[in-house]
């Protein structure tokens, strides 16, 4: 059988069930007894010690005026003796004589005196008296503290008339240590108990942040996560697990908001999405029934095929910006290479003369003078490219025809800055914060029959911001729309994944 399921088990599992406070209350309690009880027990020892030696002592000055015959109170019977002593003499004849107080012998018994002088070796000091020994006495519990020496008739003698034992009894000892033991052992009691109040008291109050703690995850667990564990000093465990617990739940909310955020966008791009594709596939649709009910003259045959077509078109530009927009909320790295803006806003420039002749395209700087001769940053060519071709399609699409535009160039710090400058209808201020989301138009100038999607400035802003730059857009001076963009003139990128992979042209084609 395992020790675990032994009692050795069930108290330690009884043990590891008992509440934190309990645990350091019963430790503290247990440690505070046990310096009790071994400082007790050390300080009764040590009293004992110190007692019995004063005894002895008492016992070797006393021998020591018998051994030469210099105390003569027993030979002459008269009673200068102590009378706690206990005098036992032996003359070499072998006759006992023995002296003692009967009050004595009632209170502590008659010593159980051995032959201390054969048994017992007689001590190497000069005045041969042998070392104190304890010895029993006839009445339980009482004890005796004895010493045996020769005696001499006189300081000059040479043989000894025999031996002699004294003792002193150890009552008065022994009463003062189970005296001193009980008051310590009633002190330790209650030292022993207020301490175990004390040391509840504090627990209780020590952990008060952790039920603090435990009351907020319980409202976390609920669903509130705006809860906060209250601050403690940093100093402290407990101090230093709020301020982890508290960054832990701030970044736990701020997820937990993201994804809603995000969960709400996705909803939202799919019903959108899902209305956009609706409308041409709606047509389509239409147009087809109609043609196989017999329903389009041959007249108007190419000209229903011609709507089929263009709604077809639209569909497959919309599926083709929603994929792009996917693509880059993958979060794919860029292809980073140097590219110059000025030769990008020049293939612009052709791009929208092509597009429309009768505009007027010009090529500046910022500030309305002659454009740099290079402007060279860190981007991927093709999504640059993507940028210029949204916006170059937006101004043929927004503005009337032959209406002027300017390209303009320029750096601010460390930013490579490129604006388009129309000057058609522009976009309401209350409209231009929002116009970069997904499937948004303006209620007026940027209608669904002009034929976007809503997706075109997304892109852009998608684009521009995994580029950690930015795009914005405001008033043309004169009237039209201005739209900004801001490129870092180094890459710095956040997302350094290896095996995520890269964007390519054909990404966007396919």
């Given at each position: ?366 500030s309305g003078h002659k454009p740099p001769m290079t402007l060279v940053t860190q981007a991927d060519r093709d999504r640059i490219s993507q940028v210029f071709t949204n ?120």
């Amino acid at each position: 059988m395992s020790s675990s399921s032994g009692p050795l088990g069930h108290l330690r599992t009884f043990w590891e069930r008992r509440p934190l406070s309990t645990q350091l209350v019963t430790l503290i309690t247990t440690l505070l007894a046990l310096g009790l009880i071994m400082s007790g027990t050390v300080m009764v020892g040590l009293l004992q010690r110190h007692l019995v030696s004063q005894i002895d002592e008492q016992l070797r000055v006393t021998a020591s005026s018998f051994i030469r015959g210099e105390n003569t109170s027993i030979k002459d019977g008269t009673s200068g003796l102590p009378t706690l002593y206990y005098i036992h003499a032996r003359s070499i004849s072998g006759d006992d004589t023995t002296y003692y107080y009967p009050g004595t012998l009632e209170t502590s018994g008659t010593p159980v005196i051995p032959d201390l002088l054969a048994t017992a070796q007689i001590s190497e000091t000069s005045d041969e008296i042998t070392n104190p020994i304890t010895v029993p006495s006839t009445k339980l519990g009482s004890n005796w503290r004895a010493v045996a020496f020769p005696f001499y008739a006189s300081s000059t003698a040479n043989t000894p008339l025999g031996t002699m034992t004294i003792a002193l009894p150890l009552t008065d000892v022994q009463r003062t240590l189970r005296t001193t033991g009980t008051y310590f052992s009633i002190a330790g009691v209650v030292i022993v108990f207020v301490g175990a109040f004390l040391g509840h008291t504090l627990v209780r109050r020590s952990l008060l942040p952790l039920r603090e703690i435990e009351s907020t995850a319980g409202k976390i667990a609920a669903g509130d996560l705006t809860q906060r564990v209250p601050s403690q000093p940093g100093s402290t465990e407990v101090g230093s697990l709020s301020l982890s617990l508290n960054a832990m739940l701030t970044q736990v909310e701020q997820s937990f908001h993201a994804r809603q955020v995000s969960e709400q966008k996705i909803r939202r791009f799919v019903s959108d999405a899902s209305h956009e594709l609706r409308t041409p596939l709606a047509a389509i649709s239409g147009y087809c029934e109609l043609y196989s009910m017999g329903g389009v003259p041959d007249e108007r045959v190419d000209e229903v095929m011609g709507r089929i077509q263009s709604e077809s078109t639209r569909m497959a530009s919309l599926v083709e910006d929603l994929l792009t927009l996917a693509r880059l909320d993958e979060g794919r790295p860029l292809e980073i290479t140097d590219i110059d803006l000025v030769k990008l806003a020049g293939n612009a420039v052709f791009d929208l003369q092509a597009l429309d002749p009768t505009r007027s395209v010009a090529l500046t700087s910022l500030s309305g003078h002659k454009p740099p001769m290079t402007l060279v940053t860190q981007a991927d060519r093709d999504r640059i490219s993507q940028v210029f071709t949204n916006l170059i399609g937006n101004i043929v699409r927004y503005t009337p025809a032959g209406s002027p535009v300017e390209i303009a160039l320029g750096k601010t710090g460390d930013t490579a800055v490129v604006e388009f400058r129309d000057h058609g209808p522009g976009i309401a201020e209350a409209d231009q914060s929002r116009v970069f989301e997904r499937f948004y138009r303006a209620d007026t100038s940027r209608a669904r029959t002009q034929g976007g999607s809503g997706l075109g400035l997304a892109i852009i802003a998608g684009i521009i911001n995994a580029h950690r730059g930015n795009a914005t857009l405001s008033k043309t001076k004169g009237g039209g729309l201005t739209a900004r963009i801001e490129l870092p003139l180094l890459y710095s990128p956040t997302d350094t994944n290896p095996d995520t992979p890269a964007i390519s042209p054909t990404d966007v084609e396919k």
